[in-house]
Structures are given as structure tokens and as C-alpha cells.
């Protein structure tokens, strides 16, 4: 998981003193951004705080590991007097304007006098807009940002201005770089039916927006986000990687079976002996949940048990054939043959193994095959097989947003994920258990389940 977009990255590296714009709603995060910037980008020490609301002990109680970056020397309070007058604020006071050059010559004078010396800083104004309600400089905005942004570029120094204006201002034409932040909803709430299942499924997200970066194109418009942990890391879009294997995960317990992903198993506590599972797999998700599935499939056989598997057409899994993984296909559509068919090779596997087997079965292939109405009778007949044998262990069903049989699914089931595509990556929610909202990562410890806070 990455900190901050490589277009961000790319933009500051480019050129000496770009200027750059932060805008956003409270609490989206720009404050993280701001300083995740400092931290990817700045020299260490480098880096120059000025707030008209946090003070290093609060900065450094939040965020405590900016401070290799910006020492508590250079967190600067823009409401102290000395500050306040090296912009000539008695005389604004007197209806008089900025005028020259110099009194931004005079303000920064003032700043580096406070703050530790150094060479190539970036300095941050948190937030602008603040600031300059507190100096009463509103209606200076655009001039006194001009300014500044000029004594930057000439002085080689990066800056960053922080707006809590969702909005397009002046600021945006001044400004080199501008992003916006958002925490929208994902879903749709009807409220003249709030139970309704949109309703149940509305989870919040992050969001920034890459609006512009003068003189470089923008790649991806908007990226994921979360503050995790108190940092700011984007996603980028996800791609599984099949190619990687991790240690097996001992099992929860002799009756529940770990998932082999150490996140999933914290939200949804693995899989029970005889339970049902449901991973609902939106449209745009494609296959890229199937490095989730061989996880699982590969931490069950590192553990002994073994696999049967329905896989979806085209699966990676068709091609995979670990030992004790069986990949069935029925031929006909004939559920009474395919039924007799697949508890063969449930009996097979138990006499390998000694032990029930892990099912997972793509609801798409089955119904692809016989239909909906014969498809929940196969559903019946194992449920039949793991109620009254002990042939399978617990089954895993993999079903595409909006089929037909969708409800009769969902009603049965003991755990239930949705997965989805937000701005190329892949995330995951819990309808049961209900839970917050996952972001999908993957790396050589295999995948991981980041919350979106």
C-alpha cells in the first residue's frame, strides 16, 4: 500500500517551488496529506508547520512520526503577534492593501527566523483560509497567495496551501497543483423504503481528486483512500498476483478452518464446520478476487483437508492442480447424475485426506449449466450432503451482483461479503457480519484487508 498517488510524486520532483492546493469538507484528511507530502518529499527537518490550530504537542501527538521532518522549531502559530505584524496588519487594519513585494519578503523573513535553518524547505499553511480569517486578511486571498506562490518559484520552495473550500476559488488558478478530498457515500439510500437492501449496504468512503497539476498529465483522475492508522495511503488499482504463496495459517480450531488470510479471519472469524458462505462479486470486479479464493484453497491443503472446487468459466483454477484440489465441472444438466457425480469426488478426497473437504462452487457455472430453478436444487442437495455426511466441511459460494436466485442465496447463508471496484480498486463489506469498509492489497505476505477510515 502506498502513501500518496506517483502523479503527486511526479508533480513535486518536476520543478523546484511548485505551489499546491489541498481543498476539502473537515475531516477528509487534508491535514494527513499535507504532512504524508512532507514526509514522501522533504529533505528530514526540512519541513515548516503553519497553523493557526496545532501546536507541536498536538501535531506530534497525532501524527508522531512527522517529526523528523518537521522539528518543533518550524511548527509556527500564524495568530502570534510578530507574525501578525510582519504582514502589516495595522495598516490593513486601516483599509491599506499589500502592496509590494516586500512585505511577503518581510513575512517569510520572519518565519525562517523562527524555525530551525535549513536548505530546500517545504512549508505547509494549515489551513489558509484560517489563517487568514484570523489575520482578517479574507478579502487578500488571491493577491496575497499570488505573492506568495511568486516568492516560492523565485526562492525554489515548495508550498502547500490547505482550504477547507470544496469549492473552486481564485486559489485554484494561482495554485501548480490542486487536489480535492471527499468521504462520499457508496450506495444509494431510498429513503421512502429504508429497508431496503441499498440502504443496509451504504458504506463511506475516501476519495481524493487529482484536479490539476500544471504541465503534467493526470494518469488517474481519483484514487482510493484511507487514514489508517493516522496516514494517508492511497490504492492503486488492483491487480491479483497468482503467483504468490504464503505459509500456512494453523486452523482456528478443530471446527473452524482458518481462512488463510489473517485480516478476513478477524472480520468473519473463518469458516465453521457446516457453514454456508457467501462472496457476492460485482461486474466490474472481473476475476481479481481469485487470489483471495487460492489462498484460501492453499492454506486448506497446507493444512491436510481438501479442496472441491465449481469454478467460474475461464478460472485460473482450472489450470492449478495442487494435490488434493479437485476441479469439477458438471457435463449435463442432469442435477440428480452431477449430484452422484460430485459426492464420488467428495469420497475421494475424504479417503485421501481422512478428512471433510473445503467446497467452494461458482453459482454463475451452475446456473450457466441448469438453469436457475435446478441450480437451487443442486444448492439443496448439498446442504443434504453437509447436514447428513461428512464429506464436506463448510462451502463457500461465489455468486455475481444480480442473478436471479440472489435472494433464496443471500437468506441462507451464515457469512455474506460484497465485492466491489471503487476508481480501480477492490474492496470488500461484510452484510453479514455487518461491517465497515476493506480495501484489498496484495504483497509477498499475500493479501491484506486495510479499513477505510
Known sequence: MSSIPPEIKEFFMRFPGQSFLIRGRPGTGKTTLALEIVRELCEERNGIYISTRMEPQRLYAISPWIKEFIPERNVINATQSHIMRSLELTKLLDRSRISDHSTILDFFKTVFEDAEEMENPMIVFDSWDGILTHLRLEDEAPRLTQEIHDFCREMEIHVVFVTEKEEQTALDFIAD??????????????????????????????????????????????????????????????????????????????????????????????????????????????????????????????????????????SFLLKEHPENLMVYTPETDDVNVEISTFISIARQNREKTGKPSFTFISLDSLANTFGPTKTVKFMENIARISRDTELLFSVLYIMREGMEISRIVTSTVDTHLVFRDVNGALVLYGIRPVTGLYGVTSGEEGIQLIPIV
Request: with cysteine.
Open 177 to 314: 497543483g490542486v487536489v480535492t478530498l471527499y468521504r462520499p457515500w457508496m450506495g444509494t439510500l431510498k429513503l421512502s423504503n429504508i429497508a431496503d437492501r441499498k440502504a443496509v449496504e451504504r458504506r463511506r468512503v475516501r476519495e481524493i481528486e487529482i484536479n490539476k497539476l500544471r504541465g503534467l498529465p493526470i494518469k488517474q483522475s481519483r484514487y482510493l483512500f484511507t487514514l489508517h492508522g493516522g496516514r494517508f495511503h492511497f490504492f492503486p488499482p488492483y491487480k491479483e498476483d497468482l503467483s504468490i504463496r504464503t505459509e500456512p495459517i494453523p486452523d482456528i480450531s478443530e471446527t473452524i478452518l482458518s481462512t488463510g488470510i489473517k485480516d478476513l479471519d478477524g472480520i468473519i472469524g473463518g469458516f465453521p464446520a457446516g457453514s454456508f458462505n457467501l462472496w457476492e462479486i460485482s461486474y466490474a470486479v472481473s476475476k481479481r478476487y481469485e487470489q483471495m479464493l487460492l489462498q484460501i484453497c492453499m492454506n486448506v491443503l497446507g493444512n491436510g483437508r481438501g479442496v472441491i472446487g465449481i469454478p467460474l468459466m475461464g
